[in-house]
């Protein structure tokens, strides 16, 4: 029986994870019993951060893989080098192996990184490795897995574009563990932690930094809020003002680190820079600031 407790402790210690207890406790569990593991959330919660962590306690290396429509059998699996195939036929030597086969052979975690962009034809090439751990490569060889290999993919719930719905064979060979976006406390910390701020108003610019983001959650004309690199980036640069938190300097480092992480709802007739401002001003108006 594993001492989860402890074990997640020493990953949040060792690799200055802030909370996630109960998602990294369900990690592990996955782990421990040789299940393949697929995180679903949204951009920026932090589900490359947590895998990298897993694998790096488990040392384990890590191999990834980032999914598009174009990702193919080759790129995940490996390929024959053409003019070596010419000179010496179709042997090891030949052969360029992908992130899959490293990962099998060497015991590592295979990182699949959105993997319902990933195409069908692709996604059916993972079925008797994670099923059986087997691996048929044509020409060369069956290649069978080390002892301490394993998988965790992600997916991002909200993303429409490119993606591929996974089939039934695929998604029933994974756990599913879903991450939401952290409470206010934590990414509060988070952004302390992460933005390197140093001057004499941290926790101030700290808690107005996750306040913009949190209500870009909220907000009714945005379809996609920021995550929490939204107000790290933000914290940053509001920062380099130093004393002169003025709500010009606000509304320029927010613009600058939100424009590109939120999406607008259809039909406005507003632009992303007059809603960022206006949610600034709203947070900088609050009386607990």
Not at 110 to 116: A, D, K, S, T, Y
Not at 136 to 164: M, Y
Request: hydrophobic fraction near 40%; charged fraction near 25%; proline fraction near 2%.
């Amino acid at each position: 029986m594993v001492d989860t407790t402890e074990i997640v402790k020493e990953i949040q210690e060792k690799y200055k994870i802030i909370g996630r207890t109960e998602e990294l406790k369900q990690i592990v569990l996955a782990h421990s019993v040789g299940k393949n593991i697929l995180i679903e959330g949204e951009v920026g919660v932090g589900k490359t951060t947590l895998a990298k962590a897993v694998a790096a306690y488990f040392d384990s290396d890590f191999y990834r893989i980032d999914c598009s429509e174009e990702t193919l059998t080759h790129n995940l699996v490996g390929y024959f080098d053409p003019p070596l195939v010419i000179a010496k036929g179709y042997v090891e030597d030949t052969y360029v192996q992908g992130p899959l086969v490293r990962a099998m052979l060497e015991g590592g975690c295979l990182f699949i990184n959105e993997i319902n962009r990933m195409p069908e034809s692709t996604q059916n090439e993972l079925l008797t490795v994670l099923d059986e751990g087997i691996l048929e490569i044509p020409k060369l060889k069956t290649i069978h897995a080390h002892e301490d290999f394993f998988v965790i993919a992600t997916q991002n719930p909200s993303a429409h574009v490119g993606v591929t719905v996974l089939g039934e064979a695929l998604i029933d060979r994974f756990v599913w563990i879903k991450l939401n976006y952290q409470n206010p406390e934590e990414e509060i910390l988070i952004i302390k932690q992460e933005a390197n701020l140093s001057n004499g108003n941290v926790d101030k610019i700290a808690k107005i930094s996750q306040n913009i983001i949190q209500k870009t959650r909220e907000s009714t004309s945005i379809r996609r809020g920021s995550s929490i690199r939204g107000a790290i980036d933000m914290a940053a640069l509001i920062s380099q003002y130093g004393n002169d938190n003025s709500s010009k300097n606000w509304i320029e480092s927010a613009v600058m680190s939100l424009y590109n992480k939120i999406e607008l709802e259809d039909g406005l007739t507003q632009s992303k820079k007059e809603i960022i401002t206006n949610i600034v001003l709203a947070v900088l108006n609050k009386s607990d600031f």
